[in-house]
C-alpha cells in the first residue's frame, strides 16, 4: 500500500515539476494531485468590489468556474468617477491618451469626435502576441484580475465596460490569447489587448470547446459588444492582470507541489524505516530558517503515532 502512494506521489510530482520548469513557455496546469492547500477554500460565488479579492477566489474563478457578481456600491463608483472624467474632458485639457496619440505621437491632440476610435485604434494596434494561446484558467485570472482593478472606479470606466468583462466569465467564454507578447512591468498591453478586443465584437474566443470570432460567441451567448468610451481602450489593456494571473496560479501549484514532496517524505521515511527523531523541533530551532522549521513540523505532523 505504502509503495503504491509513493509511485502515485512519484508521478505526481514528477509531472508538477515538469510544469513549473517550463513556466515560462508554456505555463502551469492544474496538478495532478492535491495534498493540502492553504489557498484553496469551499468553492462559492465571487463578489468583486476591488480591494477584497483573495487567492482562493482567483482559484474558484479560474478553475472551478465559480460565478461572479459585482458589488453595487463598487459599481456605483464607477458611474460617479466616470462622470468626473467626462466634465473634466469638457473643460477641454490635453489629457494624455484619452485626447492625444500615444509615445512619439503624444503631441498629436485628436478631436473630439475621433476619441472613441482612438481606443478601438490602441486595441487593434497593441494585439500583436504570437503562440500558443494561454491555458482556460490563466484567461479566467487575467478577465477576473482585470475587472477588479476597474471596478476600484480609478480608470474611469463605464460601469457596462465591466459587466460585459464579468458576463465572459459567467458565460464561459474565453478570449484566445497568444501566450507570447507582454512587456512585463511596463504592462501587459498586447495579452489585454487580445483579450479587450472580443469586448467590441473583435478578436477570437473559445466557447463550448470551439474558437470563434468575437462577434459570434457574443451572439451566441446574447450578450452585446460594447462601444468603447474616451480612455476605455487604455484602461482595458494598462495593466499587469497576465502576469499576476500566472503568479496566482504558479503560487497555488508550488504550494501544492511542496505539500505533495512533504508527504513524500513522510512516507518514504515510514516505508524505510527511517529515523522520526532527525526532524525533532529542538534541532530544527537551532538554525534560523522558517522553511526548515515549518517542514520539520510537517513532517512531524504527518508521522504522529508512527511506529
Known sequence: MVLRQLQTLRQAIKTDLENLCSLSTTFISTPQIIISNQWREELRDVRLDGS????ADVLNVAREMAHVDLEKTALSRTI????????ILDKSPVLYGINTGFGALSNQRIP???????QVNLLRSHATSVGNPLPKDVVRAMILLRANALIKGYSGVRPETVQLLVALLNKHVHPRIPETGSVGASGDLSPLSHMALVLIGE????YNGAVLPGKIVLEKTGLRPVELAAKEGLALNNGTQQMTAIGCLA??????????ADAALA???EGLDGWIDAFDERIHKLRPHPGQISIAQTVRKLLKGSR
Open 251 to 260: 503560487l497555488h501549484d508550488a504550494d501544492s507541489l511542496l505539500m505533495s
Open 203 to 206: 478578436g477570437e474566443a473559445e
Open 267 to 269: 512516507l518514504s521515511l
Open 80 to 87: 460617479s468617477n466616470r462622470k468626473i472624467l467626462e466634465q
Open 52 to 55: 477584497t479579492l483573495t487567492i
Open 112 to 118: 473630439k469626435e475621433d476619441l472613441a476610435q482612438l
